[in-house]
T-cell receptor, first 109, second 113 residues
Framework: AQRVTQPEKLLSVFKGAPVELKCNYS??????LFWYVQYSRQRLQLLLR?????SIKGFTADLNKGETSFHLKKPFAQEEDSAMYYC???????????WGAGTKLIIKP | DGGITQSPKYLFRKEGQNVTLSCEQN?????MYWYRQDPGQGLRLIYY???????QKGDIAEGYSVSREKKESFPLTVTSAQKNPTAFYLC????????????FGPGTRLTVL
């Protein structure tokens, strides 16, 4: 069955340190991978998707089909990056997305 | 401000009562979705609709019902058959392109007293 795994429920790093939020997926077809973010008191929104191959707010994510991973990275964390991050898998069936459980990122000053 | 609106923001219900959560969008999206968000479980799909007058069950449809009479509106009814309805409910919409970006509403927090 298709699945998205985010192994860390909580990740805490200091401001200025590198950040990596892990995402692994299981799907034998051609995946569409997304990172969504939910800042405090804001609605869930798209951060980036692998097909765009762009950097948003300093974050990047590379699809590694061999390791079935789509880890989110940022070289220097900022306090405003504190949020809940969800990895999602699309392209599996119809218009559905399969969601990971989320990782809460806390950036300490 | 356009996009997706949900109402009410907070909703309290007594056991045994049905309640309806509103979701409206002005993005001209064909597809709409209802999710339930519980701590540590991510988003779970309740129902989705690809077009007016059509909808499909998601992973956790039991105890919920929906309608899609208008393109802009996709209300969710939480019935008394839902055993554990206290949760945060999110509505989303997208185009009908496969795996397109989903746009989310602000959510409704339902508490059963």
């Amino acid at each position: 069955a298709q699945r998205v795994t985010q192994p860390e429920k909580l990740l805490s790093v200091f401001k200025g340190a590198p950040v990596e939020l892990k995402c692994n997926y299981s799907y034998s077809g051609s995946p569409e991978l997304f990172w969504y973010v939910q800042y405090s008191r804001q609605r869930l929104q798209l951060l980036l998707r692998h097909i765009s191959r762009e950097s948003i707010k300093g974050f990047t994510a590379d699809l590694n089909k061999g390791e079935t991973s789509f880890h989110l990275k940022k070289p220097f964390a900022q306090e405003e990056d504190s949020a809940m991050y969800y990895c999602a898998l699309g392209g599996v069936s119809n218009y559905q997305l399969i969601w990971g459980a989320g990782t809460k990122l806390i950036i300490k000053p | 401000d356009g996009g997706i609106t949900q109402s009410p923001k907070y909703l309290f219900r007594k056991e045994g009562q049905n309640v309806t959560l509103s979701c409206e969008q002005n993005l001209n999206h064909d597809a709409m979705y209802w999710y339930r968000q519980d701590p540590g479980q991510g988003l779970r799909l309740i129902y989705y609709s690809q077009i007016v007058n059509d909808f499909q069950k998601g992973d956790i449809a039991e105890g919920y019902s929906v309608s899609r009479e208008k393109k802009e509106s996709f209300p969710l009814t939480v019935t008394s058959a839902q055993k554990n309805p206290t949760a945060f409910y999110l509505c989303a919409s997208s185009t009908r392109e496969i795996a397109d970006t989903q746009y989310f509403g602000p959510g409704t927090r339902l508490t059963v007293l």
